[in-house]
């Protein structure tokens, strides 16, 4: 396996030239929190799968569940006729966990980026069924990160992730996002840069017509763009705007959602309701791909009002509404709940957060560290504080390497080291962490 390594497997988000010059680490098992190689070295997963592993590597309730459901049903359909138990099961779940937020409807998917799909699709067609077909385009945040497809590639907010694939959907447009440490407006006050942002939406909306815009997405906090906590006015304004302009709001929570922000969801933590609410990773934990976008009461009735026929025909997945999946979930959202680990990951977070500040007072390579809500957390790698500059290319690599050597898988985004354990995460595994970071950045 180790010579064969990336010599007929093409990596995700990996230069096929990259993989062949620096093999990956294979990882061959995971129990809790830990994750072992090839080699037998085991370290504490800082990674958490990809944001996804809530529940560790040992989740009983979840193995048995999908175990079940196995014996029990497969595979069936649920396009045109057919149901299954299990799939009705969870839909009632998730609308007991969010109709807090408005949001009462499911539509189950295969991931995060058919999620992303799913809603801006549908925010499409909400528009044509009341008569408003001219709303077709999307705002969405610089920085943000809303997967793979080419909806989704579109009104992503880093053009890496973008130029390849051009000429992508029309008329999506990026506003700045609320990035303290860095923003056009050179502005440092976070209350100050949200209002910035949001003027800048409403000068995007004006130029744009109102009446041209489908939807506003954006993640509740910025996650593969470097863990970028907006100021908690932000999220707020963008609802309020998107409001008063018609335009609906689509809250991309496939990382924030079920507990990694240290809330059930981003959009509750800031005390927002959007019109959908996309879900993926962690709803089962990592152990079958799946997601959900949830629906809010507004838009479920312009659907369900239609008597056209037409709403919502030709969308949909041969793995929506998989009965695999929908067990894996529903023993998710049981185990989350029955270890308090919304709580966990605030406290877990709390511990994580004043270590990297630790860090920050002692490295002066680190420029910026973020946080503060959960377990999601970015340390920021400079050339010079005082002048920003960039990091040598290969630091964050350095730093990953020694800190894997020295216990703790951690991830890197461009110059960010980022931080998403489990939320099953001990306090001795987030000094292991921290240790484990402590030496990469002593290596430097
Ligand atoms: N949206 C967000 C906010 C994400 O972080 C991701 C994946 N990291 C996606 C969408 C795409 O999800 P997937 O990789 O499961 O397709």
């Known amino acids: 396996l180790k010579a064969n390594n990336a010599r007929s497997l093409w990596h995700p988000m990996t230069a096929p030239s990259d993989s062949l010059k620096n093999p990956p680490a294979i990882i061959v098992g995971g129990s809790g929190t830990r994750i072992r190689d090839i080699d037998g070295h085991e370290v504490v997963d800082g990674v958490g799968g990809l944001w996804n592993v809530n529940l560790g590597y040992s989740c009983q309730p979840v193995k048995q569940a999908i175990a079940d459901q196995l014996e029990a049903l497969p595979y069936y359909s649920i396009f045109r006729g057919t149901s299954n138990d299990k799939v009705i099961e969870l839909a009632e779940e998730l609308r007991t966990f969010f109709a807090p937020d408005g949001l009462t409807r499911a539509f189950f998917t295969s991931g995060g980026s058919d999620s992303v799909e799913t809603a801006l699709r549908l925010a499409r ?5 009341r008569g408003e077909a001219g709303r077709i385009k999307f705002l969405s945040l610089k920085k943000g990160y809303h997967g793979t497809h080419i909806g989704g590639a579109s009104v992503n907010g880093n053009a890496n ?14 506003i700045p996002a609320p990035y303290t440490y860095r923003n056009p407006f050179n502005e440092s006050d976070p209350a100050k840069l949200a209002q910035l942002c949001l003027q800048a939406l409403e000068d995007e909306i004006a130029f744009q017509g109102a009446g041209t815009i489908a939807a506003f997405i954006m993640e509740p906090i910025l996650g593969a763009g470097g863990v970028i906590p907006p100021h908690p006015s932000f999220m707020p304004g963008v609802e309020a705007i998107c409001r008063k302009n018609g335009i609906l709001l689509i809250a991309d929570e496939v990382i924030t959602a079920f507990g990694r922000s240290g809330a059930w969801s981003g959009s509750r933590l800031w005390g927002v309701k959007p019109d959908f609410m996309c879900t993926a990773k962690a709803i089962t934990n990592g152990y079958f791909p799946f997601g959900a976008v949830m629906i809010s009461e507004g838009v479920a009735e312009v659907f369900e009002g239609d008597e056209t026929g037409r709403a919502a025909i030709g969308h ?3 793995y929506s509404g998989h009965p695999v999946g929908a067990a894996a979930a529903l023993a998710c959202l049981a185990e989350t709940q029955r270890l308090n680990l919304v709580e966990n990951a605030s406290a877990r977070g709390a511990q994580l957060w004043a270590g ?7 490295y002066t390579v680190i420029g910026d560290v973020r946080g503060g809500h ?4 970015a ?8 002048s920003k500059t960039a990091p040598p290319k290969s630091q964050p690599g350095q730093v990953q390497e020694v800190a894997y050597k020295a216990g703790a898988m951690v991830r890197v985004s461009g110059p960010n080291i980022i931080l998403s354990p489990p939320l099953v995460l001990t306090s001795a595994d987030a000094e292991t962490i921290l240790a484990a970071l402590d030496a990469g950045f002593a290596a430097l």
């Open 161 to 174: 992730f973008r130029t390849a694939y051009e000429p992508l959907l029309p008329g999506c447009h990026h």
């Open 379 to 386: 340390i920021e790698l400079v050339g010079e504080r005082a």
């Open 374 to 377: 959960g377990l999601m957390l």
């Open 356 to 362: 990297i500040n630790r860090l920050k007072d002692k």
């Open 316 to 318: 949909g997945y041969t």
């Open 125 to 129: 067609q909400y528009h044509k069924i």
